[in-house]
């Protein structure tokens, strides 16, 4: 695991942040490594990811954080982990709640290293669910988002089979996160 801590540490840490739902020093420490981050990733997409929510938000405020450094030259990634960012956000996703999409969309214009997300990100809740939710919230980013995902989901009218391909690479990408 490179740097990293050895898993049974973030095993111990995982199952104490589930109990409490709080990030403890030492887990956080944990947590800044990039290869730890991509462990992880690999144990959580095993689980049951709506326990893993608020961790995920901050992991992926993590993440975010990561590929603003190496484009700043500030940080290097000395154990290959520059994926890690869209793993996260596919977690995430995956934990169905539309509210997400705004944290999601922080990443949407970050660098030209991380480039655009794939509409996928902003969907897992339901296309549907995820534009009524924008279109009520009605701030200026959730109208940004919400013009995303329609005019994405526009121009390819086999959308839902790209959407369901496009998820069944993600997931296998996780299996390589150990």
């Given at each position: ?39 992880l990733y690999f144990h959580i997409a095993h689980g049951p990811l709506r326990e893993y929510r608020s961790l995920l938000l901050h992991l992926f405020a ?34 169905g709640d539309p509210a997400d999409t705004r944290t999601l969309w922080k990443a949407q214009y970050l660098n030209q290293d991380v480039g655009e997300l ?61």
């Open positions: 695991m490179g740097r990293g801590t050895g898993l049974l540490d973030l095993d111990q840490s995982l199952t104490e942040f589930l109990r409490t739902d709080e990030i403890s020093p030492a887990f956080a420490r944990q947590l800044s490594v990039p290869s730890n981050r991509r462990a993590l993440e975010v954080a990561f590929r603003d450094a190496l484009w700043e030259g500030t940080d290097v990634d000395e154990d290959d982990c520059f994926e890690g960012i869209y793993q996260c956000a596919f977690l995430l996703r995956q934990c794939y509409v996928g990100y902003f969907v897992g809740a339901g296309i549907k669910e995820t534009l009524a939710f924008l279109d009520q919230a009605s701030d200026p980013s959730s109208v940004e988002i919400a013009n995303f995902v329609r005019e994405a989901l526009a121009e390819d009218p086999g959308a839902q089979e790209w959407l369901k391909d496009w998820e069944r690479q993600c997931s296998e990408s996780l299996e390589n996160c150990r």
